[in-house]
C-alpha cells in the first residue's frame, strides 16, 4: 500500500551506464549483473523516520538510478520508446520508494 504524501517532495534521478549500475548491483545486492532499475531509500534505513525535521520541510525519498544501456535493450524487447522506458523505470523505482515493494 502506497502512502499518500502531501507537500514538497524531492528524488534524484540519475541515469548511468552498465559499468557502474554493475558495480551499484553487486555493492548494495551482491548480484554481479547491471539491471535496469535501482532505488535507495533514504529513510528506510532509518525506520522510516527522518534523523531530523529539515528546516525546508520538503520530504526527500531518495535516488532512483537507472541503467540507460538497459533500458535501450528494454525499449526494444517491448517495443517502446526508449523515452516511454525510462519514465515506466523512474516510475517503479518512486513505488520502491514509497514503500511498495516485490520479490
Known sequence: MVKRIKGDVEVSVN??????MKALNKKYRNI????????????????NKPFMDVPDG??????IVISYPQAVIDAVEEEKLVDQKIKELVEHGLMHLLGEHHE
Open 15 to 20: 541515469v548511468v551506464g552498465d559499468r557502474l
Open 32 to 47: 554481479d549483473t547491471s539491471t535496469d532499475v535501482l532505488s535507495f531509500s533514504l529513510s528506510e534505513s532509518q525506520g
Open 58 to 63: 520538503i520530504l526527500r525519498l531518495g535516488d
